[in-house]
């Protein structure tokens, strides 16, 4: 089971930008010091929601402030992006972090991001299948050309290549040892670790898919790309996005052996305290009135209605749901979540106190007290 934290660089009443963003760059670090797998980033635009504009640019910064940890888009949003532009950058990161980066991608919403950037409404409610299929042939092939509605252009080569990830070697050898010729056991260059289904080791960085629909499961199923799940969904909706996954995959010729290993990440909101009751207390002191400035905040491109959550009960519901409250409530939960839904790969929001100090406690105790029950 691998765990990482969720981070928003949420811009609680009352706080600074820079403070949001400052939070969430150190618990970026904690989360490394603490020995959690990866670190997921939010974008958002023009709204207290989340500060980060660029989750690849917090992304680029975090990988080299960091040796050992994975960092990852949650998500990085498509139609506001040109994905060739996206792809370069991935690449980019990929190789330069040593294979560390996972580009998670989704469709986002209908909001005014779209007119800002240029891309219009169509971007959002027709053309992303056409963009994520545009973005994966950059990150697979030598060479690209596009011949399609919204993107049209002459065969470029793809610089850089990100299938050509170097691992470090060291420079020279002797100095003040000296021994006759061993063999190397275990071997460092066997690595083995998880790839999506459809991608073939060495290759480029990890892709995964935001799904949020039977929509959105089918096009990451039928390319091969691990899921992320909400954390506003439960355990027995994780497990039915989960299953009909795997059956479209394997219709789409998808190999047994890779369908059963993908990777799909469960995102949700961890607060350890000594009771669930404390836990609880915590988060629905801040998240609400946060969750309520942010969501208010965002506005549609066309003037649609949108049905907002109701803050307090939102933030009730997350709280029943998810690892809230002491280390063992917390392992058993994230426990439960992976039997019954397969998934394997946790992004946990660690940031809902709203408070910096609270927040680095908050993700050391998920790394010294959480992780060694569920290992």
């Not at 992006?81 to 580009?103: D, I, K, N």
């Not at 050391?364 to 992780?371: D, F, K, P, T, Y």
Request: glycine share 10%.
């Amino acid at each position: 089971m691998r765990v990482g934290t969720f981070v928003l660089a949420a811009q609680f009443p009352g706080q600074g930008q820079g403070e949001a963003l400052h939070r969430a760059v150190r618990s970026a670090e904690v989360a490394e010091e603490s020995g959690l797998d990866s670190v997921w980033l939010a974008e958002h635009h023009f709204v207290p929601y989340g500060v980060c504009p660029s989750a690849v640019t917090l992304a680029a910064l975090l990988l080299g402030r960091t040796r050992r940890i994975r960092v990852g888009t949650a998500v990085s949003v498509l139609p506001t992006v040109h994905p060739v532009a996206l792809g370069e950058q991935a690449a980019l990161l990929h190789l330069t972090s040593g294979g560390r980066f996972t580009l998670g991608v989704g469709r986002g919403g209908p909001w005014v991001d779209l007119e800002v950037f240029g891309q219009g409404l169509s971007a959002y409610e027709h053309g992303f299948p056409e963009s994520l299929d545009l973005l994966l042939r950059w990150l697979r092939e030598p060479r690209v050309e596009a011949r399609g509605e919204r993107f049209d252009f002459r065969e470029v080569a793809v610089v850089p290549r990100p299938d050509e990830l170097l691992r470090e070697t060291p420079a020279g050898q002797g100095g003040r040892f000296d021994f006759r010729e061993v063999a190397v056991v275990p071997r460092p260059d066997e690595l083995l670790r998880e790839t999506p289904a459809g991608q073939e080791e060495p290759g480029g960085p990890e892709v995964v898919l935001a799904c949020t629909s039977p929509k959105s499961v089918r096009m990451a199923a039928e390319r091969g790309l691990p899921m992320l799940l909400g954390m506003h969904c439960g355990d027995e909706d994780k497990a039915e996005m989960v299953a009909l996954w795997r059956r479209l995959a394997l219709a789409a010729g998808h190999e047994p052996e890779k369908v059963a290993r993908a990777g799909h990440v469960s995102a949700g909101v961890a607060q350890i305290a000594s009771s669930a009751a404390d836990g609880t207390e915590t988060l629905t002191k801040a998240m609400p009135g946060w969750l309520k400035q942010g969501l208010d905040a965002h506005v549609t491109v066309d003037g649609r209605h949108r049905a907002m959550r109701d803050p307090v009960a939102y933030t009730e519901m997350l709280c029943e749901l998810h690892p809230v409250g002491p280390p063992r409530l917390a392992a058993d939960r994230l426990a439960a979540t992976s039997e019954r839904t397969g998934i394997t790969r946790f992004a946990l929001l660690v940031e809902g106190s709203g408070d910096l100090a609270a927040t680095e406690e908050n993700v050391r105790l998920l790394g010294s007290e959480v992780l060694p029950l569920l290992s």
